[in-house]
């Protein structure tokens, strides 16, 4: 048991991380292309924050990291817990 929780945790984090990066990665894309410059500063990374939780584009992008956000948090607390049983 503990093992597979191990594994799932490990898996969902995999997936949490490659979800994250694809979205930081996309918005600097954007905001390069956006802007016109090659190293935006704090105030566009902000800017498109904003665009990025307000438009409707990306609501399932949002969805899915706040699951697998989530999934992550409940994962990290139960593994403590699977360690503990015998």
């Known amino acids: 048991m503990q093992i597979l929780s191990l594994v799932a945790s490990f898996v969902v984090f995999l997936m949490w991380a490659h979800a994250v990066f694809r979205v930081l990665f996309a918005m600097r894309h954007r905001m390069v292309e956006r802007t016109g410059k090659r190293f ?11 665009y990025w939780l307000r438009e409707p584009a990306y609501k399932a992008e949002r969805r899915r990291l706040l699951f697998m956000t989530l999934s992550v948090f409940v994962l990290s607390m139960l593994i403590p817990l699977s360690l503990a049983s015998p």
């Open 40 to 50: 935006p500063g704090p105030f566009d990374t902000l800017r498109e924050w904003g």
